[in-house]
């Protein structure tokens, strides 16, 4: 919760993704970091919050940043900064969901979004692709009947996988 409330009170910009959005979508997957989505213009705030939570920055590029924690525990917490267009609008269009069963409520990026940055893995890391399919398939059955299968398809067009749309537009839509 430090991050909740640290962000909060930076009026730093995020969304969960990754296996903890998963979650907050219904989908139980286990996973043992943290991926956020940042916006890019509050790196520096949140450099400062990590620091102060004993997180220290193993890893930073244009588009991502990496912290660990030395306290076995807290683990390690990826994040993907969002500076570009379409990063940007996955920030807008995040859902504030109850986390962890408490009234605790966080931004999440919406299925298409992540399924979008799970495609986006697949073409980063090819050896990603059983697990990202299979989680958007899981995504896919949970929230076909809330879903814009506008927005999603044009995920898939991007990162030039139009059949595998066509194929689970066919068994879920």
């Not at 930076?10 to 969960?16: D, G, K, L, N, W």
């Not at 299979?134 to 898939?156: N, P, S, T």
Request: hydrophobic residues 50%; charged residues 20%.
């Amino acid at each position: 919760g430090f991050l909740v409330r640290q962000f909060a009170e930076q009026r730093v910009e995020y969304a969960v993704i990754g296996g903890f959005a998963l979650g907050a979508w219904g989908i139980q997957r286990g996973t043992m970091d943290i991926d956020l989505l940042i916006n890019a213009r509050d790196l520096p705030a949140v450099d400062a919050i990590m620091a102060a939570h004993l997180y220290r920055l193993r890893h930073r590029s244009e588009n991502v940043s990496q912290f660990v924690a030395d306290v076995k525990p807290l683990g390690s917490i990826d994040l993907l900064h969002a500076f570009r267009a379409h990063t940007l609008a996955m920030l807008q269009r995040a859902r504030r969901l109850p986390f962890f069963e408490t009234r605790l409520q966080i931004p999440v990026v919406i299925p298409e979004d992540l399924m979008g940055l799970k495609l986006q893995a697949m073409r980063n890391n090819p050896s990603r692709q059983p697990l990202e399919i299979a989680d958007i398939h899981l995504l896919m059955r949970q929230c076909a009947a809330m879903m814009d299968w506008e927005l999603a398809g044009h995920y898939f067009v991007l990162f030039g996988q139009q059949q595998l749309f066509l194929e689970f537009r066919a068994l879920y839509h």
